[in-house]
């Protein structure tokens, strides 16, 4: 496949009108039967299909576990398994696709898999769900990408290691780099290494479009082999989402089905340009485009970091979090972004007559944006939850300024802070007081406090019992307690400084790969 042929499909193309969360699925038992036939499942199916697998899956551990005896991590980065040790691979190979099988799993190919000389990277998407890693085993077992926890992990560490994978540290900000490098040096060796299997989107999604390929995969400058994923089910018990069931809930589901499909498409392998190899971004778009094309969805420049921002939002308890990712597209859309335009209305003295209750004329009045503009029309929408035309400007500020990307947790909290004080948003007396109703919506949207303990904290700092409390009461209060201390002394480079030689927790991290 040319470079030509990806040129001529355009993103408008791709492009779809209508406003997609790849990172939210949905999944519920909604008829009797589909519960009744669940129910009897669970008890006569599930426990044979998982004693099944666990015997794949420990036959394999254990195989794995011989094949890397006496080998160590060096020699597994430096060099490709060789003699009884590679044939071994098509043995785990076998008991990897048994376990798939025994659970139900049913895989459909189409096309052909290009051998390592004519592809030495395959690039597989949509990445959807734990169960992609069935494409793992009907690949032959390639390197792949993967977090370095999951290579300590005991009970999948052993063949997760014998893939030889290219191990990520997130919290190291070299890795990227670092990863690079590796993908660059394996796809252009002389060595006989295995194809490096790569998922570009770097995270899961619902299948519902191509979200941002990121481009280490592009680096090498090599043909790489597009492959599409499909799950062409009926009940969609596979797709693991940021916001949706459980990775357990979604085992469960599926071992309950009778039979459950996949379909893995081998494209045609995909030659860069001389542009392409110069740009892997370009390069990355183009072949998007082109399985997008294949897979009959758009794309949507959504990324891994609009996953962060929504759990972030999460934790934070923000209003309408799971819909901060659509928000910020199309703030970017309408400039929003750059003039940061919402940051000057919290500094004004006046913001809205009751901002509780504003109408699209004044959403787009305050913010300054055109209101003949579709994407100023779907962002007024999502916050119209009632349909009633009116929205609570103040929760679409507190998303705005709650989820800012440049800004460290202090500053936010800072910002947070100001809507006690100096906007006028949640003091309806417009004298800096802020009676207990107000403190608690403030506060429990903001840090993440339950209303109950909110009350509390009110209680606490109205000694005098005035019925209101001031911004400045509040802070005095905050940075006496040990719960506070940690929102007001670290920022978020400082979290994760080493402590003791180890990194802080990552918050944020959640669902990633």
Known sequence: MSAKFAAGISHAECENEQLLNPFVHRLELDTTYEKIKTAILTLILVPVRVGLICFFVITGWMLATIGLFGITEEELRDRPLEGWRKKLKSIICFLGQSSLLAGGMRFKVKGRQASRKEAPILVAAPHSSFLDAGVVYMTGLPCNICRRESGNDFHIGKLINYTQPIYVWRDDPDSRQNTIKEIIKRATSDLDWPQILIFPEGTCTNRSCLITFKPGAFYPGVPIQPVCIKYPNKLDTVTWTWEGPSALKLLWLTLTQISSHCEVEFLPVYTPSEEEKRDPKLFANNVRAVMAKALGIPVVDYSYND??????????????????????????????????????VLNTNYACRDCSKVSFIEFVQLLNIPPNEPAAQQLFRIYDKDNTGRMDFRDYILGVIGTDPNRSILDIVRLACQLFSQFQMYDNGKHGKITAEDFCKAICQTLALSKDYALEVFDQVDRNQLGYITFENFINYAQKKAEFSDLFSLSTEEKFCPKNGNLCANSLDKKKD
């Open 307 to 344: 996953c962060k921002l929504m759990t972030k939002a999460k934790e934070m308890n923000l209003p309408l979090a799971t819909s901060l990712v659509e928000v910020r597209k199309l703030r970017r859309k309408l400039g929003l972004e750059s003039s940061k335009i919402e940051e000057k």
